[in-house]
């Protein structure tokens, strides 16, 4: 099916562990997003990329590494996961950085608890 | 640096109003987007208003862009309960940066 895929959806993690989160669009979209979403903070954007093995630091990056070697996949990965992590992470797509007809495409997100 | 502020943050209306959510930008911004978030659902794109002037609707919905007030507002006619979500707007400063998000409102609408 055409779209994008987060997974998993739910996830719980110990301190400390490492985590990652998958992001899978199928548009061939050159551009993709990581964003957080917590109460009181709204969206906040974490990495993106242009195309595969290009990506750049948004505005909260630290503690998170990601990766794309293929242009339809994005993960994001928490090295050492911390209680300040928890949060709903989303995935996006766009054909381009900005001005987009369309604006974004996002996942239907990622849920993530470290206890 | 662009920054967008919706106001209100927060709005519990009655079914069958009608009221306005307001999208302030602090520069320029090439074109503006509404999105609509149910709870615990993802982000879904709404409306893109290209240029100066520019009104869509949909529904009971529609938004409008006022680039020389540095202003979109996002009117809702005749509420009903099925509209309770959180809306984003986002701008963006040129082609070459990503979106710009604001807070989001929270809309309550009670039968």
């Known amino acids: 099916d055409a779209g994008i895929t987060q997974s998993p959806r739910y996830k719980i993690t110990e301190t400390g562990r490492q985590v990652t989160l998958m992001c899978h669009q199928t548009w061939s979209h050159s551009y993709m997003f990581w964003y957080r979403q917590d109460l009181g903070h709204g969206l906040r954007l974490i990495y993106y990329?242009?195309?595969?093995?290009?990506?750049d630091k948004g505005e909260v990056p630290d503690g998170y590494v990601v990766s794309r070697s293929k242009t339809e996949n994005f993960p994001l990965t928490l090295e050492s996961a911390t209680r300040s992590q928890t949060s709903v992470y989303f995935c996006a797509s766009s054909e381009l950085l900005g001005t987009g007809a369309y604006g974004y495409t996002f996942g239907s997100g990622t849920r993530l608890t470290v206890v | 640096e662009l920054k967008v502020e919706q106001n209100p943050l927060f709005l519990s209306m009655q079914e069958g109003k009608n009221y306005t959510i307001y999208c302030n930008y602090s520069?320029?911004?090439?074109?503006l987007y509404w999105y609509r978030q149910d709870p615990g659902k993802s982000l879904e794109s709404l409306f893109v208003l290209l240029s100066n002037g520019a009104v869509k609707q949909e529904g009971r919905l529609m938004a409008s862009l006022d680039t020389k007030a540095r202003l979109s507002t996002l009117h809702i006619t005749a509420a009903v309960h099925d509209l309770s979500a959180t809306y984003f707007c986002?701008?963006?400063?040129?082609?070459?940066?990503?979106?710009?998000w604001g807070a989001g409102t929270k809309l309550i609408i009670k039968p």
């Open positions: 520069t320029t911004s090439d074109r």
């Open positions: 986002a701008g963006i400063p040129d082609s070459n940066y990503q979106l710009i």
């Open positions: 990329s242009a195309a595969a093995d290009i990506t």
